[in-house]
């Protein structure tokens, strides 16, 4: 699902770091060797549609390469 995040992502938590992490090995060979955490927030985000909503997003973070593959897991209802 496309979609672009239009505030600021609030109530951020690491849910995993290091070998935790499913696709590190993806991760690193795509983007490069890093401190790789998988982390989540709650963002308003615009869908393709137009609508606006309150979800939670999970995205990948390292250390100088950033945020990489974000998603929405939980779209809430207004």
Known sequence: ?????????????????GNS??????????????RWRKK???ATVKLLDG???IAE???Y???GIGK???KIKFPFLD
């Open 21 to 34: 992490i499913r696709v590190l090995t993806l991760l690193n060979r795509k983007y490069g060797k890093g």
């Open 51 to 53: 609508s606006f909503r």
């Open 68 to 70: 990489r593959d974000l």
């Open 40 to 42: 989540k927030g709650i």
């Open 57 to 59: 997003v999970h995205w």
């Open 61 to 63: 973070e390292a250390h």
């Open 1 to 17: 699902m496309k979609f672009e995040i239009v505030s600021e992502i609030t109530d951020i938590e690491t849910i995993a770091a």
